[in-house]
C-alpha cells in the first residue's frame, strides 16, 4: 500500500504542478493581451487626439480669416451706407426747385427774366 500511496501522492503532485503551469501559462496571456488591448487603445488615443488638434488648429485660421474678412465687409458696408445717404440727400435736392434753380445758375448760367449774372473770379492764393 505504501508503494501504491506513493505513486498516488505523485500522481497528485505533477496534476496540481500541471495545473498550476496552466494557471501560470494562463495569467501570463490574459496579461499579454491586457497589455496588447491596452497598446491598441493609447495608440488610438494618441491618433484621434493628433487629428482633434489639427482639426482645431485649421479651424482657428479659417475663423481669423473669417473674422477678417468680416472686418473688411464692415467697412465697405459703411461706405456704402454713407454713399446711400448722399444719393439720398441728391434725390430729395433735385425734387427741391430752389436747388435745381441753382444748379442751373451755377452750371449752365441760366438766369430768370430780367436778372443779371455775373461770375467772379476765384481767389488764387499767389
Same mark, same amino acid.
Given at each position: ?29 490574459? &496579461?499579454?493581451? *491586457?497589455?496588447? &488591448?491596452?497598446? !491598441?487603445? #493609447?495608440?488610438? !488615443? +494618441?491618433?484621434?487626439?493628433?487629428? /482633434? +488638434?489639427?482639426?482645431? $488648429? #485649421?479651424?482657428? /485660421? ?8 468680416? +472686418? !473688411? ?8 451706407? #454713407? ?10 435736392? $433735385? ?5 435745381? #434753380? ?5 452750371? $449752365?448760367?441760366?438766369?430768370?427774366? /430780367?436778372?443779371? *449774372? ?9
Amino acid at each position: 500500500m505504501s508503494a501504491n500511496r506513493a505513486t498516488r501522492v505523485r500522481t497528485l503532485d505533477k496534476a496540481y504542478t500541471e495545473q498550476r503551469e496552466q494557471e501560470i501559462q494562463f495569467q501570463s496571456k490574459k &496579461r499579454r493581451g *491586457l497589455i496588447r &488591448r491596452l497598446s !491598441a487603445l #493609447a495608440i488610438l !488615443a +494618441v491618433i484621434l487626439g493628433c487629428v /482633434g +488638434v489639427a482639426t482645431i $488648429y #485649421a479651424q482657428t /485660421g479659417s475663423l481669423e480669416e473669417k473674422r477678417q474678412e468680416k +472686418v !473688411a465687409l464692415e467697412e465697405q458696408l459703411r461706405q456704402l451706407q #454713407a454713399e446711400e445717404q448722399r444719393l439720398e440727400q441728391e434725390i430729395e435736392n $433735385y425734387n427741391n426747385m430752389d436747388y435745381i #434753380a441753382e444748379v442751373a445758375r451755377r452750371d $449752365y448760367y441760366l438766369s430768370k427774366p /430780367g436778372e443779371t *449774372l455775373f461770375k467772379l473770379p476765384e481767389h488764387s492764393s499767389d
